[in-house]
């Protein structure tokens, strides 16, 4: 291919995207493929001639296409949002184009510049503590981020740096012990509600990797941590980690750091927190209460890849100390750790491949063309549709929500068994007109409602739910024919009965569904919260770290934010549909006590 070809067919590829984009309603979500299908149409091997650009686009829509998930698809709401933007996508393009390698700060100045910058700026959007600066914003700091491939590989890394860090003061303490019996003395900690990848680290590192569990809200309360370290210390282990999770894969659970904290530092252990998903939505001040506590952290990492409108991959790390990373991947060799150019930093030292992509570009370009304040209107959107999910699944009482929505994740189930849960997933999954996946809480079989597409509207949400309702309502009609489970779900067919009776009553009516987003409003709850930390950064002046000059209040707040105003207004009043709801209940009870 020359330049001229590459011209055209780079135009070709830019008119693609486009249109993929803007008709990407019209296509399902999920593709209709079944395992093994690839391999079925692809020719075994290579072609030996070179084919013309075009024959291959061809086969891309035809082939490829085929058998392609559609993430940015309105009813696509699995795992959690995977960023994807017009300058995200410029800034991969352009990062390919110069082709630079990072590894040493000569072999490119502008890679590792403008990641240890990047790393700074969101850091700071994120209101995380100035110890995770690094020196270019604050000169007294040990400490600042760099980017890594995924959530794995920085927790992974945070991990690594707290183990060397506990094995060296121990080699100082006992010299003569070798490294392999220290190794197997240590002890680390994670909540039971963290990502797997957690288990791997532990794996892949050696490191004994203790699971505690969660309350019933998915939080690791500080007795049980205190408890455990306790029990291990009299076992003559070493206690040394906590990772704890703000924002964890099942149920978006956050651990409370206010809690956790001062148990790791009382007992000095590295505090690890791994905020991979939610971490983006401090960038909201609001949010901020679920990130309190911060300040006990060694180490954090937040992708930006997931819900900072930035694509696949870029994850930061952050660490108080950021020798404690560089000296073990350096040997702690001291000539190599303070290069000439220290502080600058040498990032082959800072993860496990030696060279790494132009990604801090991407984040660069999002950050310029969104702002802080296009990157909260996201958040603050994605935030108040997965509210209004919520609320449809309030509304209708045969279901529940499992765990407070703070996020960008509502959970719920219908008040049954697992088994009946698994079948709704399974029937909507396949009709591949709405796409989510489960998780297990406590136990429960759980569906996970996590929008992805990032004009997410009420429409969107009100599509999904019609379907989740369609679908919900085949699916107990099938168990009640069958009379699977039925002494078990009673009370599911009881409701689902009066339902029906409802619906042929007032056909037209959708009385029990009725929801708009003026209706959705933060819970009493969080309102607290979000008082308690206006009311605290107005006195500590912390509000405000990433240069906006809003009124420090939460008054000043709400006249500067009118959506949140407008709950702030309904809340508290009576809603009209209120009445329906509690009606039910009155009724199922008295159907109930007649019986
Ligand atoms: C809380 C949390 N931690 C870690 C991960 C792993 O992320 P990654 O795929 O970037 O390794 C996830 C993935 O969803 C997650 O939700």
Redesign the pocket.
């Known amino acids: 291919m020359n330049s001229e070809q590459f011209r055209a067919a780079g135009a070709k590829m830019v008119d693609y995207a486009i249109e993929y984009m803007e008709t990407i309603n019209k296509r399902e979500p999920l593709p209709h493929v079944v395992p093994g299908w690839l391999a079925k149409v692809m020719p075994p091997q290579a072609p030996v001639k070179g084919e013309p650009f075009e024959n291959i686009f061809n086969d891309f829509e035809k082939v490829v296409m085929e058998g392609t998930t559609h993430w940015m698809h309105p009813q696509f709401a699995s795992?959690?949002p995977a960023g994807n933007t017009w300058p995200s996508i410029l800034g991969a393009i352009l990062s390919n184009a110069v082709g630079v390698n990072g590894t040493t700060w000569e072999s490119c100045p502008a890679v590792t510049e403008l990641e240890m910058i990047m790393a700074d700026w969101v850091g700071k959007m994120m209101g995380i503590p100035k110890f995770f600066w690094t020196v270019f914003s604050n000169p007294e700091t040990e400490g600042g981020g760099c980017i890594q491939t995924?959530?794995?590989?920085a927790?992974l890394l945070g991990m690594i740096s707290a183990r060397e860090d506990c094995v060296r003061s121990l080699r100082i303490k006992y010299p003569n012990v070798p490294r392999a019996v220290l190794l197997n003395r240590m002890v680390a900690y994670r909540s039971s509600q963290?990502?797997s990848?957690v288990e791997r680290a532990g794996l892949i590192g050696y490191m004994r990797v203790r699971p505690l569990p969660a309350d019933e809200l998915g939080n690791v309360r500080a007795r049980t941590l205190r408890e455990a370290i306790k029990e291990d210390m009299k076992n003559s282990l070493i206690p040394y980690l906590y990772v704890a999770?703000l924002?964890?894969?099942g149920t978006c659970a956050f651990d409370d750091l206010m809690e956790i904290g001062p148990v790791c530092q009382d007992f000095g252990m590295w505090l690890h927190v791994?905020?991979?998903?939610a971490g983006s939505c401090y960038a909201c001040p609001e949010m901020r209460y679920l990130s309190k506590g911060m300040e006990y952290a060694w180490s954090l990492n937040t992708?930006m890849?997931?819900w900072m409108l930035t694509n696949f991959d870029l994850?930061f790390l952050w660490l108080r100390y950021r020798e404690k990373l560089a000296g073990p991947m350096t040997g702690y060799d001291d000539t190599r750790i303070h290069t000439p150019y220290w502080p600058i930093i040498e990032l082959k030292y800072f993860g496990t491949p030696a060279t790494r992509r132009f990604r801090a570009l991407k984040m660069w370009f999002v950050l310029r063309n969104y702002g802080i304040s296009g990157m909260q209107k996201y958040h603050r959107n994605h935030i108040l549709q997965s509210k209004v999910f919520e609320r449809y699944v309030e509304r209708d009482e045969r279901f529940e929500v499992v765990g407070p929505t703070r996020v960008g994740l509502c959970c719920f189930r219908l008040r049954g068994t697992n088994d009946i849960n698994n079948k709704l997933l399974e029937a909507i999954n396949a009709s591949r007109r709405l796409h989510m996946v489960p998780s297990y809480f406590h136990e429960k079989f759980v569906i996970r409602y996590a929008p992805v597409y990032q004009f997410l509207t009420e429409e969107d949400v009100a599509t999904s739910w019609r379907i989740t309702d369609e679908f919900a309502t085949a699916m107990i009609h099938q168990y009640i024919r069958d009379g699977t489970d039925a002494a078990l779900l009673k009370p599911l067919f009881d409701l689902q009965a009066y339902y029906d009776e409802q619906h042929k009553a007032h056909p037209d009516e959708q009385w029990d569904r009725e929801e708009t987003a003026a209706e959705t409003f933060v819970t009493s709850h969080e309102h607290e919260k979000i008082v308690d930390f206006f009311a605290m950064s107005a006195k500590d002046g912390s509000y405000g770290d990433a240069g906006d000059d809003e009124d420090k209040t939460y008054d000043g707040y709400l006249k500067s934010h009118p959506e949140a105003l407008r709950r702030e207004e309904i809340r508290g009043q009576p809603k009209v549909t209120d009445k329906v709801p509690s009606m039910l209940r009155m009724e199922i009870r008295e159907k109930a006590a007649k019986k």
């Open positions: 795992y959690f995924s959530a794995s590989d927790i963290c990502h990848s999770v924002g964890s894969t791994d905020s991979a998903y992708n890849n997931k994850s």
